[in-house]
């Protein structure tokens, strides 16, 4: 064997033991204008090279007509795909038929990566027609029901306890990924027409989303992924944290300021006055303590309201609400297990328990919707 044989002959055992890189460039694709972008872990059949995917992340274009996002699942078949939430790990689809409930009977999760964020367990019954009045404020499942029955699905205790003991037929109790949080009216009444929702724990590519990066397969022989082109904060938790609470100050500053700019010249008139009119009106204490309260901004939250809100100690599995919650968006660092974190209703964000309190202290909205939480129900302002 010549030594240009031996040369090829390495080169080529080297490429077999050395995994390749993936050099495919994978660009964002969609189906139709105002469909989800489409990157990884997912992946456009037609468009997108399987390396530009994740394993069960396959998505493709409807080709009936309507060029619809379609995700098949496998043993429940096709569904739309109508949002795809990167950062947060979550995918809401429906059915491409208008027909939710009777896909719902046969949904199966088992073997796909998706799993439902909150799941509810609802159970379904088959009325006589004749009897539909007896059971609203129900809302009746029209695609399910016929000339003379009536479906009707619910996840209340006491409308099952009621319809069992009626003529309706129990039809099957399923479990439903349901949007939360879900309020129990809702959940009693609902025909469940809303979106399914689901989430995915592999891979984790959540917090690579929220610093701007770009997850992808390590090399063509591994699932494990990478992150690339993210933002790396270049400074530790505790200065990341004191920057964000330090957010608030210049607001802080600005209102100390006016407050005293307003007290000055408020005490001014009065002494003013004072100096002008021996007798001062004995009111005189009211009307100043009204100017000062008046002239007070209050731009965060007081300490019972936001000592109310639940606490969460993080296990190890580090399974939260929200299950791309990975990162805290005040202070940038990752949760780890033990840790102590806070959530806000209703919008049921988590950041650590202490930067959470100091931010609400300046800042009367949440960190990341910028919705303002609402005050608990038993909470006496």
Not at 4 to 11: A, G, P, R, Y
Not at 146 to 166: D, I, K, L
Not at 182 to 203: A, C, H, I, M, N
């Amino acid at each position: 064997m010549d030594f240009t044989k031996v040369i090829s002959f390495s080169f080529l055992i080297l490429s077999l033991i050395i995994p390749t890189k993936t050099t495919a460039t994978c660009t964002n694709a969609v189906c139709r204008h105002g469909d989800p972008i489409i990157r990884f872990p997912f992946r456009l059949n037609s468009h997108q090279s399987k390396s530009c995917g994740y394993r069960g992340f396959d998505l493709s274009c409807d080709t009936k007509g309507f060029n619809r996002t379609t995700i098949t699942l496998p043993f429940s078949g096709n569904f739309t795909v109508e949002r795809i939430n990167y950062g947060a790990q979550e995918i809401l689809i429906n059915d491409p038929n208008n027909c939710l409930p009777k896909r719902i009977l046969e949904l199966n999760l088992s073997t796909t990566p998706f799993s439902g964020v909150y799941a509810r367990r609802f159970t379904f019954f088959s009325c006589p027609t004749s009897d539909y009045l007896r059971f609203r404020p129900l809302n009746p499942i029209t695609c399910l029901s016929g000339e003379n029955s009536t479906v009707f699905a619910t996840a209340s205790p006491r409308m099952m306890n009621y319809m069992s003991s009626q003529s309706c037929r129990l039809m099957k109790t399923v479990e439903v990924p349901v949007r939360w949080p879900f309020y129990e009216q809702t959940v009693s009444y609902s025909e469940l027409s809303g979106d399914l929702w689901l989430t995915w724990r592999v891979p984790r590519c959540s917090r690579c989303e929220i610093r701007g990066g770009k997850c992808g397969i390590k090399s063509n022989s591994s699932t494990e992924t990478i992150c690339s082109d993210a933002h790396k904060p270049a400074i530790p938790r505790r200065a990341r944290y004191a920057i964000a609470i330090g957010a608030g100050i210049p607001g802080a500053l600005i209102t100390f300021g006016l407050f005293c700019f307003v007290y000055s010249k408020i005490s001014s008139c009065i002494k003013r006055r004072r100096r002008l009119v021996p007798s001062p009106d004995i009111n005189n204490n009211n009307v100043q303590a009204h100017y000062l309260q008046s002239s007070i901004m209050i731009t965060g939250l007081d300490g019972p309201t936001i000592e109310s809100y639940p606490k969460i100690v993080l296990g190890e599995s580090k399974r939260l609400p929200k299950i791309g919650d990975a990162t805290c968006s005040i202070c940038l660092s990752d949760y780890e297990p033990k840790e102590t974190l806070k959530t806000i209703p209703p919008c049921q964000h988590c950041f650590h328990a202490d930067c959470i309190d100091e931010w609400l202290k300046l800042n009367g909205t949440c960190p990341v919707c910028r919705n303002s939480p609402e005050p608990p129900r038993n909470h006496n302002s």
